[in-house]
């Protein structure tokens, strides 16, 4: 009959431990990570070469050994890595001038801060809003959102 081997804690077991709990996370969470990556950074070679790397980061390790809440500090980190990762902003700015419907303003607002790494000050400034309203739209596109 087989007989169960004990792990030890050499460097080499510890290594491939590590690397069999960030393929487990990648299979998991890999999809909804290059989801966000690819918002962020619309180039698919570099959002991969992102994405492997949020995989390979020792950061992945501590999730796995926190267990919880494993999704929202991949989404964190994606986010992180891909804003770090992107293109610097040049001087054309994103925001859209004229009348919008509330509903889009609330999704600009959003994406402005979320997927392309502005502040709510920055958001504020741009739209000729206060802070306040900036972040009242993010939380009404967050309640918004989770009734569709």
């Given at each position: 009959?087989?007989?169960?081997?004990?792990?030890?804690?050499?460097?080499?077991?510890?290594?491939?431990?590590?690397?069999?709990?960030?393929?487990?996370?990648?299979?998991?969470?890999?999809?909804?990570?290059?989801?966000?990556?690819?918002?962020?950074?619309?180039?698919?070679?570099?959002?991969?070469?992102?994405?492997?790397?949020?995989?390979?980061?020792?950061?992945?390790?501590s999730?796995?050994?926190?267990?919880?809440?494993?999704?929202?500090?991949?989404?964190?980190?994606?986010?992180?890595?891909?804003?770090?990762?992107?293109?610097?902003?040049?001087n054309?700015?994103?925001?859209?001038?004229?009348t919008m419907?509330?509903?889009?303003?609330?999704?600009l607002?959003?994406?402005?801060?979320?997927?392309?790494?502005?502040?709510?000050?920055?958001?504020?400034?741009?739209?000729?809003?206060?802070?306040?309203n900036?972040?009242?739209?993010?939380?009404?596109?967050?309640?918004?959102?989770?009734?569709?």
């Amino acid at each position: 009959m087989g007989v169960l081997k004990h792990i030890d804690g050499s460097p080499e077991t510890q290594e491939a431990t590590r690397g069999t709990s960030n393929l487990s996370l990648y299979d998991r969470y890999g999809s909804l990570a290059y989801g966000i990556i690819l918002k962020i950074i619309p180039e698919p070679e570099l959002a991969q070469k992102v994405l492997i790397d949020l995989f390979a980061s020792l950061h992945v390790k501590s999730y796995t050994e926190n267990g919880h809440r494993i999704s929202i500090e991949i989404i964190r980190l994606a986010r992180i890595k891909a804003l770090e990762a992107s293109p610097p902003r040049s001087n054309k700015s994103p925001f859209v001038q004229g009348t919008m419907v509330n509903d889009d303003l609330e999704k600009l607002v959003f994406d402005l801060s979320f997927y392309k790494g502005y502040s709510i000050e920055e958001i504020a400034n741009k739209l000729q809003l206060s802070q306040t309203n900036v972040l009242s739209m993010i939380y009404a596109y967050f309640k918004q959102q989770r009734l569709s």
